[in-house]
């Protein structure tokens, strides 16, 4: 990026609409390379991976750290009344996080601390000033807490409308009517640098357009799209196969990456889907619920517990016949087995004959090692294995405790791109590749198919019965 559209450093109080793939983290970037004062710039966003992903582009751009604070909002709401518990009057129990009704009392907690102005001071003393990233995901509250900050701080908040497809628990303000109210306009990005910068300036010039075009209600003619838009018929006859042909389309680099898009309402299928395109890997949830699921259901006395952990196995490797490999290791107790016992099979046996936590890793391992199986989900595999590790002699009560903290270290580390990923618009907003293909665009609103769109910076390829995209 030549120069900046909009500098960041000179709004005292608005906003910036940023679609996708124009440049908005180049230009939180940017503004933080120039930032000088002996303040350093409050950086908000709304996830702990967004955090993560944000902090390795500002570490990359050479962004002094001490020009910045970086943090989701409800974990800066967090800090704000920890240190001021008195003032905010919270309950000090909601700062475990054990209720689903924490976090939303956390933010009302800040919020009231904020509009009552206890806090000005040490706001004006500690930053320079504020900037929210990917602010379209805010709710009505954590709108207020910045809003709230925005009256001591000069503040520049950045997000797309267009991209709103988070809801967090709460109702959203609209962008016009109340985010532009309360931050008005400040600029518009209007450059597909991501495009521009691969060589494919025409393909993003072509989202721009799909965007205002589906932003207005208007239909998105694929007939029309330039070359790197591909159409693949559903016409209700090998709907499924053509979906597997599209998810095997190789990325025109080398070292390129291939994002698939289904349905998220649909968890399994995306597994399902993994599991039948070679090399494909899910993108899993940061909740890591089959994770907790299994911790929890894990007990080394229970007559199932070796089906336990071979269904477990199942769940997130391609290939282990899961009711097949338990029928053999029961014939093979039996005497009735004519074959003899695989490597695998005889890690079950041991297992099931002394059941323990470093048992169940030996177990899993082996299954791994079988010819033609492989891991579609190994986020969750790796998790679990290192979960009951960590719990290796302990006893496996405490297996469910040791699960929830490799899940909240796991959030912190985000989630690596594998090179062909399978999840949903939820799982991979914020994510880019060389290609994105949407496996099922007619279940898509327009937002949804948007963000779908705009994945990939090189090609993109649309599984739908028509070619004209009506929203």
């Known amino acids: 990026m030549a120069e900046t559209e909009v500098d960041l450093l000179a709004i005292d109080r608005g906003s910036v609409t940023a679609p996708a793939g124009c440049g908005k983290t180049h230009l939180i970037a940017q503004a933080l390379v120039r930032h000088d004062g002996p303040k ?56 475990n996080l054990e209720a689903k009704t924490d976090y939303p009392s956390i933010r009302t907690a800040a919020a009231q601390l904020l509009k009552a102005g206890h806090v000005n001071d040490v706001l004006a003393a500690s930053f320079s000033r504020l900037i929210v990233d990917e602010y379209q995901d805010c709710n009505f509250v954590q709108h207020a807490i910045v809003w709230f900050a925005a009256k001591v701080l000069p503040t520049a908040v950045l997000g797309d409308p267009m991209q709103a497809i988070f809801t967090f628990g709460g109702k959203m303000p609209d962008w016009d009517q109340e985010v532009c109210v309360r931050f008005p306009i400040a600029g518009a990005l209007t450059t597909p640098w991501r495009w521009r910068n691969a060589g494919t300036e025409d393909f993003g010039a072509w989202l721009l357009d799909a965007r205002q075009r589906l932003l207005r209600g208007d239909p998105v003619d694929l007939r029309a799209a330039p070359p790197h838009v591909t159409w ?3 016409d209700g006859t090998e709907d499924h196969q053509r979906r597997l042909g599209a998810g095997r389309t190789p990325s025109p680099t080398a070292q390129g990456s291939v994002l698939i898009i289904g349905d998220s309402t649909k968890p399994q299928g995306q597994r399902d889907f993994a599991g039948q395109t070679p090399g494909a890997i899910t993108v899993e949830s940061v909740d890591l619920k089959d994770l907790v699921t299994f911790a929890k259901g894990l007990d080394l006395a229970s007559a199932d517990v070796l089906a336990h952990v071979v269904n477990f196995a199942g769940s997130v490797m391609t290939n282990v016949g899961s009711n097949a490999f338990l029928q053999r290791v029961k014939s093979l107790q ?3 087995a004519r074959n003899p016992a695989t490597d695998a099979e005889t890690t079950a046996l041991a297992f099931a004959a002394a059941p323990s936590l470093r048992g169940a890793v030996d177990l899993l391992v082996e299954i791994g090692k079988q010819g033609g199986v492989r891991s579609h989900r190994p986020g969750v595999l790796q998790a679990c294995i290192k979960t009951l590790r960590s719990c290796d002699g302990a006893d496996a009560a405490t297996l469910y405790e ?45 937002k949804n198919l948007y963000v779908a769109m705009t994945r990939g910076s090189h090609a993109l390829v649309i599984c739908s019965p028509t070619a004209v995209l009506q929203r």
């Open 402 to 446: 040791a699960a929830v903290k490799v899940r909240e270290q796991n959030r912190l580390l985000g989630r690596p791109l594998p090179k062909r990923a399978v999840g949903s618009t939820l799982l991979l907003k914020g994510l880019e590749a060389e290609v994105a293909v949407i496996l099922n665009a007619a279940d898509l609103d327009a």
């Open 334 to 336: 039996g005497g009735t």
């Open 232 to 234: 693949v018929h559903l």
């Open 40 to 95: 350093p710039i409050l950086i908000l966003t709304h996830t702990n991976a967004g955090v993560v992903a944000l902090r390795g582009r500002l570490d990359r751009a050479g962004v002094p750290s001490r020009a910045y604070r970086l943090s989701t909002i409800d974990g800066w709401a967090m800090r704000l009344i920890s240190m001021f518990p008195e003032r905010s009057g919270h309950d000090p129990a909601i700062l």
